[in-house]
């Protein structure tokens, strides 16, 4: 099967990536896995928000592109805010999203695309767009969109990666041969990423904070290697071994001595402002 050249901001590689909870799990439990180094990306978001939000116990917070609702959760526990708004374009992560926040929990649950939202202007105190924003085809339409719904003083926290994430699996999916070109395919994240993020959001809202942090990650074998890989819509690999992580790990075992495998990706927070309100 042929990978489509810009697979995050294919509209159907994406209805298949979160047409259920199960495969984001996966991909995010492969990694969690192997993450060595670097602090827990939901509880820096709270943080940022609690730090730069006047009063964060009395705001409603939106939570765009809220997948499987792990920021949305820490930020309702940790924030504790009057409302929090999950918004994601899928209704499946919505619905595991709603299931893992409780019913006792202040959240609504909106099934909306990023780039038109349907809420009011100036309606909240802070929005977060955490590992999304990479979706969008048209970011700067989506940072439109925050800067709208914020009210005056209102805080954005924007996370998302570097384009060189995950680098050493690029070069390992060559070297197996499962994959001649893994190595020149466009970044998963080109649309909204480290090295562009202030440059996208800076003209429209002004920035009060940005962080880089390394993350590092050790896979301990070609096993585990596979079953993040398996998660990947990035590679054209052989039809046969897409989606299946044990035919990966054998094909790969057949191809490359089987040893730990090491990778980075370096996740940027940025938070930026409306200006007026107490700020
Ligand atoms: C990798 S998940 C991120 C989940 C969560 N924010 C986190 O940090 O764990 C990306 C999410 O963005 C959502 N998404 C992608 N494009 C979107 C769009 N145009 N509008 C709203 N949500 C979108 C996907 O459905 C998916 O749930």
Redesign the pocket.
């Known amino acids: 099967m042929t990978a489509s050249p810009h697979p995050f901001l294919d509209a159907a590689v994406?209805a298949d990536?979160?047409r259920d909870g199960a495969r984001?799990a996966a991909r995010?439990s492969a990694l969690h896995q192997a993450k060595t180094c670097g602090r827990a990306?939901?509880d820096v978001?709270a943080d940022l928000v609690i730090r730069f939000l006047p009063e964060p116990r009395t705001a409603v917070v939106a939570?765009?592109?809220?997948?499987?609702?792990?920021?949305?959760r820490v930020l309702v526990e940790r924030v504790r805010p009057r409302r929090l708004i999950a918004?994601?374009?899928?209704a499946a992560?919505l619905t595991v999203a709603r299931s893992r926040l409780g019913s006792r929990s202040p959240a609504a649950f909106v099934q909306?695309?990023?780039?038109h939202l349907p809420l009011p202007d100036a309606s909240c105190a802070a929005a977060?767009?955490?590992?999304?924003l990479y979706?969008?085809p048209a970011p700067r339409l989506?940072l439109w969109e925050i800067a709208r719904l914020l009210e005056p003083g209102g805080v954005t926290v924007l996370?998302t990666k570097s384009t060189d994430s995950y680098r050493a699996l690029d070069l390992l999916v060559a070297a197996a041969g499962l994959d001649a070109h893994a190595a020149e395919r466009v970044s998963l994240y080109a649309s909204a990423h480290s090295g562009n993020l202030a440059a996208l959001t800076a003209p429209i809202l002004p920035l009060i904070h940005v962080e880089h942090e390394e993350h590092r990650f050790s896979f301990t074998g070609l096993d585990h290697v596979a079953a993040y890989l398996a998660t990947s819509p990035k590679y054209d690999i052989p039809a046969g071994l897409r989606g299946h992580s044990s035919a990966l790990a054998a094909a790969l075992r057949a191809r490359l001595p089987d040893a730990p495998v090491h990778t980075t990706s370096t996740v940027t927070y940025l938070v930026a402002a409306r200006p007026g309100g107490t700020r």
């Open positions: 994406q990536l979160y984001l995010t990306v939901a978001i939570d765009l592109g809220c997948g499987r609702g792990t920021s949305s918004v994601d374009a899928s992560m909306a695309d990023f780039h977060v767009a955490a590992f999304c979706h969008a989506v996370v």
